[in-house]
């Protein structure tokens, strides 16, 4: 059964469309990247999967409509980690990974000991176990993006979503990071991650959704797609491509001419 | 267990916080100028002693814990909705609009119909400047939009303040509502006590309900809301909690500043910075703070009486100041 699907779901901003309307399908178990180019429509697209943004048409998680499942529901069921995410008051670590649990719990009502294991267990995979004490404003960049990853793995959701996770991390922590998605997908659940990096999200996606003006201009293998000419035509770069033990590797190497400058006022 | 740890300092500062507030509360009922000695707390003996325990002193204190309470709470509660520890009621305007409220209530009359229409008018101004906060908050919550907007507010309830003082219908009454302003516990009654209690209870509970997706918010408005707090409705609840409970405060006692910006920010590093910990504290310490401040006035020389929201304003003022130059420098 497919653990997340979109019927016609689409956003407009105003009068700016946002996203086209698409259908869409995703099974547990799939790691799947969105990428395209700056303004394309992946957050969007995201934030909508999760029902965080007002949408035409309808997202179902299973076989049940998000209005119909309710914010507490929808909350246990699609975990969210926003693009740049930050915390705003100085809490510990593990106060930090904790909010995670918020929606597993009533009113008035403390850490379950379940609770404490599944924010140990996040702790554990994304490996700030040690920095738990910690107030967040202490962390580097890095450790802190480990920590709010495991805020969103804390709330064990069988559907993931997060905007680009890898950002402004170095390549250690950016493969750690992937390495610990996959193996969330793996468990099985449903990941689905903006991606700017391309060999990240071919390295370790593998279905990759690519949109362009609100478009999904393409949908299937990283391998697949890197044979066509989609993924360039986007981005308008050429793409360096290469195979290592298997799997295709891929390096944006040079720009395209420079476009007539009517379509470059997109934002 | 780390969290073990944490609700045990919890449950210590909650203790100690109520153990103080409740010996400032039998203090507060013991000092005064009428002459009755400290005994009058306890143990109200004679046709004197009751009347000044139950007319003077009982509401007084009464009124210090309500108060106090209701302005340290919301101060914690808006601190926590617009993740900002310059928020409170007073820097909001929600204060003043509630004196404007209740100064417009005074002055057309509308207070002589009912004993309602003050505690209804201060909520009213409240909601309006609130109101305003709101939708300038509803884009960006930025600091300096905050404010300046409760820069604009409080001046123009100053000025409609003003106004009103101004073609006041004699210099008595222009007096009265002055004095009034000033923010005082002293010569209110019971009456006035049971009047505002269930308006200020109803935004306790407000303020209370928003205590999970406060802590939600710590991640921003998008985390919230995928973690099941919507924020407009945290928005609805703290905005309205805070002009229900403040509104029908300043109603009664005029305008007590700074207590909700003092005091959430001393508790905030012993809650571990958890907006949701930090309500109840707040609450305690806001009582605890607006008693002491009230026991030290009635122990000054005689004299004209200091007045409760002069002698928090010189205190509460400078504090402000101290944090906007912290939070400049970005270490808040």
Redesign the interface.
């Known amino acids: 059964m497919s653990a997340l699907v979109a019927r016609e779901l689409g956003v407009r901003f105003g009068k700016r469309t946002a996203l086209e309307p698409l259908d869409v399908e995703f099974r547990s178990g799939e790691f799947v990247a969105l990428v395209g180019p700056n303004g394309a429509g992946k957050t969007t697209l995201l ?1 909508a999967l ?1 029902g ?1 943004v007002p949408a035409s048409g309808e997202v179902q998680f299973g076989s049940i409509p998000l209005p119909e499942l309710g ?2 529901n ?3 069921a ?5 693009q740049a ?8 670590a ?3 990974v ?3 649990r ?2 597993h ?1 009533r ?1 008035g009502q ?2 379950s000991g379940e609770d ?1 294991a599944a924010v140990h267990r996040a702790l554990a995979l994304t490996d700030v176990e040690s920095l ?2 910690r ?1 967040v404003d202490a962390l580097s960049s890095g450790e802190r993006a480990r920590v ?1 990853l495991a ?1 969103a793995l804390a ?1 064990e959701a069988p559907v993931l979503l997060a905007d680009e996770p890898t950002a402004a991390l170095d390549p250690y922590h950016q493969l750690q990071i992937m390495e610990v998605l996959a193996e969330y997908a793996a468990r099985p659940a449903l990941v689905i991650a903006v991606m700017h990096d391309l060999a990240l999200a071919s390295r370790f996606c593998q279905r990759v959704i690519l949109l362009d003006g609100g478009k999904r201009i393409a949908d299937g293998e990283m391998a697949t797609l890197l044979r066509q000419s989609e993924l360039e035509q986007s981005y308008r770069v050429q793409l360096l491509r290469h195979e290592h033990e298997g799997q295709p590797v891929v390096l944006p190497w040079k720009r395209h001419d420079p476009p007539p400058p009517d379509e470059e006022s997109e934002p | 267990m780390k969290a073990g740890h944490h609700d045990r300092i919890h449950w210590g500062l909650l203790g100690l916080l109520s153990f103080l507030t409740l010996a400032a509360f039998i203090v507060s009922m013991a000092v005064g100028r009428a002459g009755a000695g400290p005994q009058i707390a306890l143990w109200p003996s004679g046709d004197a002693g009751a009347i000044i325990f139950s007319q003077i002193r009982l509401p007084r204190a009464l009124l210090g814990v309500l108060v106090g309470g209701s302005l340290g709470l919301a101060g914690a509660a808006l601190q926590g909705l617009l993740r900002n520890p310059l928020a409170e009621p007073g820097v909001l305007g929600a204060s003043s609009g509630a004196a404007l409220g209740a100064v417009v209530a005074f002055y057309f009359g509308f207070a002589h119909f009912s004993n309602l229409a003050l505690p209804i008018a201060g909520v009213a101004g409240a909601l309006l400047a609130l109101g305003i906060i709101y939708l300038l908050t509803g884009k960006s919550g930025d600091i300096l939009t905050l404010v300046l907007a409760g820069v604009a507010i409080n001046a123009l309830a100053a000025a409609l303040t003003s106004l009103a003082l101004n073609f006041a219908a004699s210099p008595y009454a222009a007096l009265e509502i002055l004095f009034w302003m000033l923010g005082s516990l002293a010569d209110r009654s019971l009456e006035h006590v049971m009047l505002v209690l269930p308006i200020m209870a109803g935004g306790w509970l407000g303020l209370a309900a928003s205590a999970r997706g406060l802590d939600a918010l710590i991640l921003g408005e998008d985390s919230a809301r995928s973690l099941g707090f919507e924020p407009t409705m945290l928005k609805l609840l703290v905005l309205g909690g805070t002009a229900l409970a403040v509104g029908s405060a300043v109603a009664i006692t005029g305008v007590v500043g700074f207590v909700g910006l003092v005091v959430p920010h001393l508790l905030r590093p012993l809650v571990g910075y958890r907006p949701s910990r930090l309500l109840l504290p707040a609450f305690l310490a806001g009582a605890l703070l607006t008693l002491i401040a009230d026991i030290l006035i009635r122990m000054m020389p005689p004299g004209p009486e200091l007045k409760l929201g002069v002698v928090t304003a010189l205190v509460g003022a400078p504090f402000f100041l101290h944090l906007v130059i912290k939070t400049r420098r970005g270490t808040t």
């Open positions: 934030r999760g965080l914010n507490r929808r909350a246990r699609i975990s969210y980690l926003p995410a930050a915390a705003h008051w100085s809490v510990s593990l106060d930090l904790a909010l995670g918020l929606p719990r009113f403390n850490l404490l738990q004490a107030s709010l805020r709330v």
